[in-house]
C-alpha cells in the first residue's frame, strides 16, 4: 500500500532553516509528480510546492518562493522541502502527498 513518512519539522525562530523529508513507499516513485501541502490551525490544507516525476520542473506558492525549495531524490524514493527564512506565518503542519494519498503530517513551529 502507499505510504508517505515525513520526518524534519520542529522548532526555529524566525529567519532560521529546516528540511523536511518525505519518504514513500508501496508506489513506482519516479513515476509520480510529488508535492508539499500546508495546514495552518484554522485553515485549510494549502498547496506550499510541487515536482515533476524527474524532477525536472518545479512550482510554489507565492508565498514561499525565494524561501523554500523542493527536491527529489527518486533512488532513495524520497521529496525534500528545504525551507529557508523562516517566519512565524509558516507555522503549520505540512504534508507530503501524492495525488489522493497523504503522509501523517510533520508539525514546523516558528517562533522565538
Known amino acids: 500500500q502507499v505510504q508517505l513518512v515525513e520526518s524534519g519539522g520542529g522548532l526555529v525562530q524566525p529567519g532560521g532553516s529546516l528540511r523536511l523529508s518525505c519518504v514513500a513507499s508501496?508506489?513506482?516513485?519516479?513515476?509520480?509528480?510529488m508535492s508539499w501541502y500546508r495546514q495552518a490551525p484554522g485553515t485549510g490544507r494549502d498547496l506550499v510546492a510541487s515536482i515533476t516525476s524527474a524532477g525536472s520542473s518545479t512550482r510554489y506558492a507565492d508565498s514561499v518562493k525565494g524561501r523554500f525549495t523542493i527536491s527529489r531524490d527518486n533512488a532513495k524514493n524520497t521529496v525534500y522541502l528545504q525551507m529557508s527564512m523562516l517566519k512565524p506565518d509558516d507555522t503549520a503542519i505540512y504534508y507530503c502527498?501524492?495525488?489522493?494519498?497523504w503522509g501523517q503530517g510533520t508539525q514546523v513551529t516558528v517562533s522565538s
Open positions: 508501496g508506489f513506482t516513485f519516479s513515476a509520480y509528480a
Open positions: 502527498s501524492r495525488f489522493g494519498y
